[in-house]
């Protein structure tokens, strides 16, 4: 069984699609309702509020990361600000976790606004980082990357899938 953890965990929706084939070993959301909801969705677990206070190296180990990282940054409702919003800079949590623990695979969930975002240079950004960095860094190619726009009850989301 693949050991995953869940960051923007919200109420616990990217888990639930993966239903009983993850163990979640760690979980992270700030707010305080979505995290009533999520142990009221999956028991009572501990759940870590604020991800940019947590280092790194005291997360378990993992396989398999989730995110669903905020979207107002990127979403044609919002105001756009991509990176210069401190909502859209939590990516960069993401990819400090991923730099430190290179789990197997990764998916991260966003909505469609992201692909177009200042002229796709936030995804472009985004894809660099996740990738070519890593695989840099290691001198292989770890990952393959993989994106949808798929539409969820009306509503199109961006979902990344990473795997080595």
Same mark, same amino acid.
């Given at each position: 069984?693949?050991?995953?953890?869940?960051?923007?965990?919200?109420?616990?929706?990217?888990?639930?699609?993966?239903?009983?084939?993850?163990?979640?070993?760690?979980?992270?959301?700030?707010?305080?309702?979505?995290?009533?909801?999520?142990?009221? #969705?999956? /028991?009572?677990?501990?759940?870590? %509020? @604020?991800?940019?206070?947590?280092?790194?190296? +005291? $997360?378990?180990?993992?396989?398999?990361?989730?995110?669903?990282?905020?979207?107002?940054?990127?979403? #044609?409702? /919002?105001?756009?600000?991509?990176? %210069? @919003?401190?909502?859209?800079?939590?990516?960069? +949590? $993401?990819?400090?976790?991923?730099?430190?623990?290179?789990?197997?695979?990764?998916?991260?969930?966003?909505?469609? /606004?992201?692909?177009?975002?200042?002229?796709?240079?936030?995804?472009?950004?985004?894809?660099? $980082?996740?990738?070519?960095?890593?695989?840099?860094?290691?001198?292989?190619?770890?990952?393959?990357?993989?994106?949808?726009?798929?539409?969820?009850?009306?509503?199109d989301a961006v979902v990344n899938?990473?795997?080595?």
């Amino acid at each position: 069984m693949l050991k995953a953890i869940d960051l923007f965990a919200g109420i616990g929706g990217i888990r639930l699609a993966f239903g009983d084939n993850i163990e979640t070993v760690f979980i992270s959301e700030i707010d305080k309702f979505a995290r009533q909801t999520y142990r009221a #969705n999956f /028991g009572d677990v501990e759940i870590q %509020e @604020d991800i940019t206070q947590m280092n790194e190296n +005291d $997360i378990p180990d993992f396989d398999l990361l989730l995110a669903g990282f905020p979207c107002q940054p990127f979403s #044609n409702a /919002g105001l756009k600000k991509g990176f %210069e @919003d401190t909502r859209g800079t939590l990516f960069f +949590d $993401i990819a400090r976790i991923l730099k430190a623990k290179q789990p197997k695979a990764f998916l991260l969930e966003n909505v469609k /606004g992201l692909l177009t975002h200042d002229k796709g240079k936030t995804f472009g950004t985004i894809k660099y $980082i996740a990738v070519k960095v890593y695989n840099k860094k290691f001198h292989k190619d770890k990952y393959s990357y993989e994106y949808n726009l798929i539409n969820k009850i009306n509503n199109d989301a961006v979902v990344n899938i990473m795997s080595c």
